[in-house]
Nanobody, 127 residues
Framework: QVQLVESGGGLVQAGGSLRLSCAAS????????MGWFRQAPGKEREFVAG????????VYADSVKGRFTISRDSAKNTIYLQMNSLKPEDTAVYYC????????????????????WGQGTQVTVSS
């Protein structure tokens, strides 16, 4: 079955960095656009970043643009989220998600468009 397993979360001070990883199995990785979402307590799940099947197209939420970078490694069936200049408002559970896509460039930002989800990894940024 399809599994998405996130890792790399933790506690970091404001201004610090973390790199999240999401290892995918049970699917043909290159057939999927991938995304990172996050959910803070009492808030809805929100889009953070997405990367197309080809890896040639990326999209970011305005709140993380210039600080976060999404990438994918097809040889390892893994996506990454490099997070720099972290802020307390970045504190949330971060989820990766997979969207089976027929397009090489489309990236959806709505959670309902994604087919599979990981269990999440906690990121806490202290002030």
């Amino acid at each position: 079955q399809v599994q998405l397993v996130e890792s790399g979360g933790g506690l970091v001070q404001a201004g610090g960095s973390l790199r999240l990883s999401c290892a995918a199995s049970g699917l043909t990785f290159n057939n999927y656009a991938m995304g990172w979402f996050r959910q803070a307590p009492g808030k809805e799940r929100e889009f953070v970043a997405g990367i197309s099947r080809s890896g040639g197209n990326t999209v970011y939420a305005d709140s993380v643009k210039g600080r976060f970078t999404i990438s994918r490694d097809s040889a390892k069936n893994t996506i990454y989220l490099q997070m720099n200049s972290l802020k307390p408002e970045d504190t949330a559970v971060y989820y990766c998600a997979a969207d089976q896509s027929y397009s090489f460039i489309t990236i959806w930002t709505m959670p309902r468009e994604y087919d599979y989800w990981g269990q999440g990894t906690q990121v806490t940024v202290s002030s």
